[in-house]
């Protein structure tokens, strides 16, 4: 009899719903874990505080998200490509104090600075890129030198002291029919990254580069010039990202995304990007830069030290890249 109803069951097709259901449900989950998580920590930071989910605090935590998504997005090409960058924060720092060095000191049009600002970020990327390309050097060690480089040069531009900043780029922090502007530039730099990733050529090369390098030179694609462009971009990303900083203080700091780099990078990890190359996406990127940044605000509303903070973030950085060992060992069976 209980053959007979397996059998039944099976012709009814609820077998096949049960076996087709739980390995969609696992890849979906697999896939936007830290979506999943993201909406769990809401619902529980909601439940322990009524001060968390208020048009107010979502705002808040928009803005201390703003700049590391931004850092983030430039993160992910390098990621991707089987690369890291830890200048972007030190390169932040160092155009946003060139656009107030050259506003203040040197009397340029507020739009000159700000393009000087960004032509820094390229060019601190170019280096670290032809540095990495032709020289052969890890990505790792060309981004530390350059990160040494451009704090180096951020103290010897200020000596060591804020410089305000012009109207222009103090526009970066004010609010635009009542919405922040780092969250207007959030979402605009996060449609740029995707759309480049994406929808171009240079997008799908950088897939292919992280993925299998000697492959993508055997089919033809530019390596030495994927890995330039990696880094080009990150650069220009980490230049919007000082903007942004600036604008939000009307000055520039010496000082300015210190330890940026590793939120950064935490956020395409946590976002479902894979160290080893090949994997990620902009929108994952996003919402681990969100998490990161509903994570200190919740701590902040429960009054959680800032040691204990730092902590928790750790662990999190630790989880994440955890997870995406295991999911490359699934994938290599």
């Not at 932040?92 to 507020?110: C, F, H, W």
């Not at 700091?253 to 935490?266: L, S, T």
Request: glycine share 12%; with cysteine; net charge positive.
């Amino acid at each position: 009899m209980a053959a007979t109803s397996s059998a039944k069951s099976e012709h009814l097709g609820y077998g096949a719903v049960d076996k087709g259901f739980l390995p969609a449900a696992k890849k979906f989950a697999s896939r936007n874990g830290a979506l999943i998580g993201l909406i769990i920590l809401c619902a529980a930071l909601s439940c322990a505080t009524p001060a968390f989910l208020t048009s107010v605090n979502i705002l808040n935590v928009g803005i201390q998200a703003a700049t590391v998504a931004i850092l983030a997005f430039g993160q992910t090409f390098v990621i991707v490509s089987a690369g890291i960058d830890l200048s972007v924060g030190a390169v932040a720092a160092i155009s946003s104090m060139l656009v107030a060095y050259t506003g203040v000191s040197m009397g340029l049009p507020p739009v000159l600075t700000v393009v000087v600002g960004i032509v820094t970020g390229a060019l601190f990327g170019l280096i670290s890129g032809v540095a990495n390309a032709f020289l052969k050097l890890p990505s790792f060690i060309a981004t530390l030198a350059m990160m040494s480089v451009a704090r180096g040069l951020t103290l010897v531009v200020s000596d060591g002291r804020p410089i305000s900043t012009s109207g222009m780029v103090n526009f970066f922090g004010a609010k635009i029919l009542g919405i922040p502007m780092p969250i207007v530039m959030m979402i605009i730099m996060g449609v740029i990254a995707a759309v480049i990733l994406n929808f171009t050529t240079t997008g799908r090369s950088m897939y292919a580069v992280g993925g299998n390098m000697e492959a993508s030179r055997l089919s033809g694609i530019n390596i030495h010039k994927t890995q330039i462009m990696v880094f080009v971009f990150s650069g220009i990303f980490a230049a919007i990202a000082g903007l942004v900083i600036a604008g939000r203080l009307h000055s520039a700091q010496p000082q300015a995304a210190a330890g940026y780099e590793m939120d950064a990078i935490a956020s395409v990890v946590i976002g479902g990007a894979s160290l080893s190359g090949g994997k990620g996406k902009i929108s994952g990127t996003f919402v681990g830069a969100i998490l990161l940044a509903v994570i200190r605000n919740g701590l902040n509303i429960l009054n959680v030290s800032s040691f204990w903070q730092q902590v928790v973030i750790g662990l999190v950085i630790a989880f994440a890249v955890s997870l995406d060992t295991l999911r490359r060992k699934e994938d290599t069976h």
